[in-house]
């Protein structure tokens, strides 16, 4: 039975996003198969986005794997490491090369027919594009289908302010993403949108009608990421070291 915890209710007519997972295809501790196993069964969340760090594998198999949740959508998204700052493309079917300068990459999602989303803009703690990023973007024309106003990590907890004042001053589409790395953080931060499906929420982008929400981690969520992590190195480094094993 799905649950509707406190902290995910949701306005009746709107649903509940999260734009932003990462899984053990990159630097995640979960399966995109638990991934959609826990959403189902303890959460009030839509629609998915899995946007490993410049990983596709995890998002396209949680694709292939959504038609056995009902209720529940995954976009298959990435997030790239740009020269510039991290970028997240939805609606994507290929990594991209790292590194490359943010005009590139946009190109390279645009010519997939995937959506730009900025996430943690002028975030210090994690690679992020700056203002002067934005101004020569905007100088060359670029555009933005949507800003990560909302994201739980420390990283955008800190740039919020800055991540509202520039969502607002370019007038594009605010959205949020939990940037979990575990379970328990998916959701954390979210996108409410019209209607419940993956379309619907592209069309909410398209119209800008979504809102970002949610809270932050808190101490004790950042240490069970931080304990998950180490005991993922222990064992990777357990297959690696032990011959045979
Ligand atoms: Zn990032
Ligand atoms: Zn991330």
Redesign the pocket.
Known sequence: MRRTPEEFSTPPEMSKADLHIHTKASDGTFTPYEMLEYVSAETDISVLAVTDHDEIDGALEAAALADQFPGVDVIPGI?VSTFDG?LIGLWVETAFPVLRSAEWTIDAIREQGGLIVV??PMSWL??SFRPFTFRRLERKGYHFDAIEVMNASP?GKMSYEKALEIQQRLGVPQVGGS?AHILEGIGKAHTLFPGNTAEDLREAINQNTTLARGGYFDLDESMLYFRRKMRRYADWLGQTLVPGK
């Open positions: 997030e991290h996430p943690h994690t690679l990283a940037d």
